[in-house]
């Protein structure tokens, strides 16, 4: 059977919404194994920090945002173990979580044009840092992210020499809910219409500065989920991006946030994605819902499945 796999997955170490699982280098270095161990090659910082806590200690962000610094060089950590172990980096930007929630876009992207030219500067030597990741996510054409894609994917390139960067949009489904509320669902999903034009419009307007997209697809109905993921690879295809699926392994579908998800739920979700056409897979999150290693138990049962799927 030709089966979609997951060869990359994010990494989030601010955890702002899931808990923190306090690992040290013995643990993450364990962590890296697993997931070579099941054909993970990328590894992508979600963000490398969020309001006041950061992955690196950010001159610029300690300086101008009164962020704590870090006792660990996370970052450095991460490319060090995705060096040992032949995989990709993909640097995610500083979410302010402020800035640009409130509409000023124009102070969210200047900060991360100071954060970009300073990770370039501290790390871009490494072999392993292979891109960017753009970590303000959206779900449709709203405020001025087109000019916040536009601007900072194309900052990223010009000052790394081109590499690549990737997006991870969502859709405006049924379960598009706050995590900060025990609800699920809400009663109304974005139309197949709406969202072919909100994103139509998106990317026609940053292809030159995206390069991957990995629509996240937790948020929809799982019937649903088919036809809004050849929209979004169509729209890929038509823009010259290449279409990659973030297939989620933790679970909306209750009101404990969040826990890893059923496997049944995440076989089916990658089962969708391949007969639409998708070639590759990244996760959120390995590290808290499939890992052996994870504060969930949960997470390691999950890992033997998706061990058995692969050698069926």
């Given at each position: ?135 303000q996510e959206c779900n449709k054409n709203s405020g001025d992210i087109i000019r916040l894609y536009s601007e900072l994917g194309a900052f990223c390139k010009k000052t790394s020499g081109g590499l690549q960067v990737l997006i991870s949009p969502y859709i405006d489904g049924i379960k598009n809910i706050s995590q900060y509320t025990q609800q699920t ?128």
């Amino acid at each position: 059977m030709n089966k979609l796999k997951i060869t990359g997955t994010f990494i989030d170490e601010i955890s702002h919404d899931i808990p923190h699982q306090n690992w040290g280098t013995k643990e993450w270095s364990q962590d890296f194994e697993y997931m070579k161990q099941i054909g993970i090659k990328r590894i992508v910082l979600i963000r490398c920090g969020y309001r006041e806590w950061l992955t690196y200690p950010s001159e610029v962000l300690i300086k101008q945002e009164k962020a704590i610094q870090p006792y660990t060089d996370l970052v450095q950590l991460f490319l060090d173990l995705c060096e040992k172990n032949q995989m990709e980096f993909y640097f995610g930007l500083y979410d302010s979580g402020t800035y640009w929630v409130n509409e000023n876009y124009k102070k969210e992207i200047s900060l991360n044009k100071k954060v970009i030219e300073e990770v370039w500067a501290k790390y871009g030597h490494n072999t392993a840092f292979k891109g960017w990741y753009l970590s303000q996510e959206c779900n449709k054409n709203s405020g001025d992210i087109i000019r916040l894609y536009s601007e900072l994917g194309a900052f990223c390139k010009k000052t790394s020499g081109g590499l690549q960067v990737l997006i991870s949009p969502y859709i405006d489904g049924i379960k598009n809910i706050s995590q900060y509320t025990q609800q699920t669902e809400k009663q109304n999903s974005i139309s197949l219409d709406k969202h072919f034009k909100n994103w139509e419009e998106i990317f026609a307007a940053i292809k030159s500065a995206v390069d991957f997209v990995a629509f996240q697809d937790g948020h929809v109905g799982y019937q649903e989920l088919g036809e809004f993921i050849k929209i979004n690879k169509l729209l890929a295809d038509q823009n010259g991006l290449v279409s990659w699926i973030n297939t989620e392994s933790f679970d909306r579908d209750m009101p404990i946030k969040f826990l890893p998800i059923k496997w049944d739920k995440m076989r089916y979700k990658l089962d969708v994605a391949k007969k639409a056409g998708i070639e590759e897979a990244l996760t959120f999150e390995f590290s808290h819902f499939m890992s052996p290693q994870s504060a969930y138990s949960q997470a390691g049962h999950l890992y033997n499945r998706y061990l058995e799927y692969l050698n069926f």
